[in-house]
């Protein structure tokens, strides 16, 4: 395919028009854990067909930041990175936190994704991470929990994900006693807290979940 200048008939190659569409992208994971016997698994997926420079950035729980030196992957290739080898040299408040990785290349040309494991292997958590210049359509976010056993233990984790404060208040429905008010926290630039339900967000050192319920943030 080319494009045709009505004007003088000149066909410009395709190779120009690739470039056009290759922009500075930034990709968020809003949590990442490797403490207490957690592994972290960072999965990079390579789509295009020319090599890509990634740059991680790691934040801490209090939004500290740490940026590592970029990760080259081949053409079209898959690299599955251990978050404790990666940040070998951060220091222990990178143990837990979010992270963005950014590239120059084409939108959607890179895929991104977190895994967290425990001790036995077994898969408690992953998320794919988004683009940061994504225009949320809502204020509003919903989400749901199911126990399927009492031994099970549930957080609820909040990040901002941007570079200014932000405001959030969160409603829980599914508790025992249930929640009077509606919890309200403030959040730093890039700051994670991880809640739990009962003692944070109800506000009762007693109490316990049902086994199917609500949070409601905005």
């Not at 028009?17 to 016997?37: A, C, D, E, P, R």
């Not at 790691?58 to 740490?66: E, I, K």
């Not at 509003?140 to 200014?164: A, H, M, R, Y």
Request: one cysteine or more; aromatic letters at 6%; a neutral charge.
């Amino acid at each position: 395919m080319s494009n045709i200048n009505k004007q003088t008939n000149k066909q410009t190659p395709v190779a120009n028009l690739s470039k056009i569409v290759n922009q500075s992208l930034t990709l968020v994971g809003t949590y990442y854990n490797f403490k207490n016997n957690l592994k972290a698994i960072l999965m990079l997926n390579n789509k295009g067909g020319d090599s890509l420079e990634v740059t991680p950035t790691f934040y801490s729980l209090n939004g500290t930041s740490v940026q590592l030196s970029p990760i080259v992957l081949d053409a079209a290739s898959y690299q599955e990175l251990d978050l404790q080898t990666l940040l070998a040299n951060a220091g222990n408040e990178f143990k837990e936190g979010n992270l963005q990785v950014s590239y120059q290349g084409k939108q959607m040309q890179l895929g991104a994704q977190v895994k967290i494991i425990d001790a036995n292997k077994k898969q408690i958590w992953e998320e794919q991470f988004y683009e940061a210049t994504a225009k949320a359509v809502s204020s509003q976010l919903e989400g749901i929990w199911w126990l399927p056993s009492n031994n099970c233990e549930t957080k609820f984790i909040v990040t901002n994900t941007t570079d200014s404060p932000v405001t959030a208040t969160i409603k829980v429905d599914g508790t025992n006693p249930t929640q009077n008010t509606p919890k309200i926290i403030q959040l730093n630039p890039h700051e994670t807290k991880v809640l739990e339900v009962i003692k944070d967000l109800v506000g009762n050192t007693g109490g316990s979940l049902r086994e199917t319920g609500g949070i409601s943030l905005s």
